[in-house]
Nanobody
């Protein structure tokens, strides 16, 4: 069974920075796409950033230039560096990874999420 565990969330003032971590563990042969979504209260979940196993990245327009996604394949970990945070970034941030697991197929897995709160 594959598990994703996030960390690094918390409370920060507007203009501050946070770094989120998400580590995958279990029977994993390889990981394809990895990424971060967020869901604010009363809103739909939205893509924040994603990264392929070839390190191609994609960002939501609202975070371009301020957030950076990266990964360490040796550690099965994806990171999200968030700078110049705004109160609208307050949300639960969840990571996902498409993992080739014991079924020998790429299956999507999700973490439980980590709360990010940006105060004004």
């Amino acid at each position: 069974q594959v598990q994703l565990v996030e960390s690094g969330g918390g409370l920060v003032q507007a203009g501050g920075s946070l770094r989120l971590y998400c580590a995958a563990s279990g029977i994993i042969f390889s990981i394809n796409d990895m990424g971060w979504y967020r869901q604010a209260p009363g809103k739909q979940r939205e893509l924040v950033a994603e990264i392929t196993n070839g390190d191609s990245t994609n960002y939501a327009d609202s975070v371009k230039g301020r957030f950076t996604i990266s990964r360490d394949n040796a550690k099965s970990t994806v990171y999200l560096q968030m700078n110049s945070l705004k109160p609208v970034a307050t949300a639960v941030y969840s990571c996902y990874a498409q993992c080739v697991d014991s079924t020998d197929r790429g299956n999507p897995y999700w973490g439980h999420g980590t709360q990010v709160t940006v105060s004004s």
